[in-house]
C-alpha cells in the first residue's frame, strides 16, 4: 500500500563517483551544518539530504492535510457558537500549515501537485494519528489537547532546522499550534469542571482511545528509527523521538491533574531517580499497522480527501480562469 516513493538511502549516492569540486562542495556544507549556519534554497546540498527533507516535509504537509478530516467532521455538530468558531479557525490554520509546507517542499524542486498525486496513489506518508475515528464532541477537545500537545513538541525544535525555508514556516506553524492545543485543553476543562457525570465520562473515554496513540506519533524507538542518525546529524531534527516522547508524557502527565482525567497506563508512574515518568510498552504492532495501511481509518481518510479534490476541481479552474483573465487586463492596461 505505501511504499514511500520519495524514499532513496545513502546506498543509492555512495553509488554515484563525485568529483573533486563536489566533494569540496560537500565538505563545505558539512562545515556549514556543523557551525550550525542555515542552508537557503539556492544552496549547494547533497542529494540525499535534499531527498530527506522533502520526504519529511511532505509527510508533514500531508499530515496537516488530512488532519483536517477527523475535526473537520465535527463542524456541524460543535455544541456552541463559540466552539464552532474556534473549530473553524483550527481546520483552516490546518490547511494553512500544509500550504506552507507545500510551498517549502516546492523550493527542493519537487511541485504541489506531484506530492498531492503521490498522496492521492497511497504512495506517500502522512501521520498514523489521523487513521483514528473521532466518536465524540470529547474526541475534538482531546486531539487539541494531546494531539496538538505531540504536534508542538516535535515540531518546536524544528523551527531550528537546519534548512531555512522549512524552519521559517515552523515559526509560524508553531505559533498557531500553541493555541490549538489551549484551545483543546480548555474545551476538555469545561467538560470536566461544569458537565455532567455523562459529559466527564465522555472525556475519560476519548483519553482512553487517544493515549496511546498520541504517544506514537514520535514515531519508533530510537534504535528502531532508520531515519533519525542522518535527520541528527544533518540538524534536520534536533531532538531523538524517544526523548521527545518522554518529555511529551512528563508534561501531560501533569496536565491530566489538573483535568482530572486519568491516563490509560496502569505503568506511568514518577520516577524520582530519572526524575522522568516510567510508562507501559507501546504496541508497535499497531503502530506499523496503521503506518502500512491498516488503521481503522486509513481507507476512508484517503477515500475523503480524493473525493475533495476531485470534487474541488471547478474551484481550482475558475481561479486559474480568473488570474488568467486579471493578467490578460493588466497586459492591456
Ligand atoms: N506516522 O526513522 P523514523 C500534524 C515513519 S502532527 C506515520 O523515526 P523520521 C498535525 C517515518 O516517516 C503530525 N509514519 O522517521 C497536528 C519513516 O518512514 P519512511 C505530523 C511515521 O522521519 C495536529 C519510518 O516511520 N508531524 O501535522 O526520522 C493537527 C521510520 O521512522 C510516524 C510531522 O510530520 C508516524 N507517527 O521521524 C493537524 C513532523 N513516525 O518515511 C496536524 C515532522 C514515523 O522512511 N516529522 N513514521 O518511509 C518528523 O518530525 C519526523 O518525520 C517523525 C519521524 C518524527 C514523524
Partial sequence: MYTQAMDTGPKE??????????AELERRFDAKIDAGDFIEAKDWMPEHYRKTLLRQISQHAHSEIVGMLPEGNWITRA?????????????QDEGGHGLYLYA????????????????????????????????????IGTIGWLV??????????????????????????????SFHQRQGFDSLLVMMREGTPEQKAMVQ???????????MMFGPP???????????????????????????????AEQAKV???????????????????????IDWAEFWR????????????????????DEGAWVREAALAHARKQATKKEAA
Fill in 13 to 22: 549516492e555512495r553509488k554515484v563517483v563525485r568529483s573533486a569540486e563536489e
Fill in 79 to 91: 455544541p456552541t457558537l463559540k466552539r464552532k468558531a474556534i473549530l473553524l479557525a483550527k481546520v
Fill in 104 to 139: 517549502a517542499a516546492e523550493t527542493l524542486g519537487t511541485s504541489r501537485d506531484q506530492m498531492v498525486d503521490a498522496l492521492h496513489a497511497g504512495k506517500a506518508k502522512y501521520s498514523s494519528i489521523f487513521n483514528y475515528p473521532t466518536l465524540t464532541w470529547a474526541d
Fill in 148 to 177: 496538538d500537545g505531540a504536534a508542538i513538541m516535535n515540531q518546536v525544535p524544528i523551527c531550528r532546522c537546519s534548512y531555512a525555508p522549512y524552519a521559517r514556516a515552523m515559526i509560524r506553524i508553531c505559533r498557531e499550534e
Fill in 205 to 215: 473515554d476519548a483519553v482512553n482511545r487517544w493515549w496511546w496513540p498520541s504517544i
Fill in 222 to 252: 530510537d534504535d528502531q528509527s532508520p531515519n533519525s542518525a542522518q535527520g541528527m546529524r544533518w540538524g534536520i531534527k534536533r531532538i531523538s523521538n524517544d526523548t521527545l516522547r518522554q518529555k511529551f508524557i512528563d508534561a501531560t
Fill in 259 to 281: 483535568l482530572g482525567v486519568t491516563l490509560p497506563d496502569p505503568l506511568l508512574k514518577w520516577n524520582d531517580e530519572r526524575q522522568h515518568h516510567d510508562f507501559g510498552p
Fill in 290 to 309: 496503521v503506518v502500512g495501511g491498516d488503521g481503522p481509518c486509513n481507507r476512508d481518510r484517503l477515500a475523503t480527501r480524493v473525493r475533495a479534490w
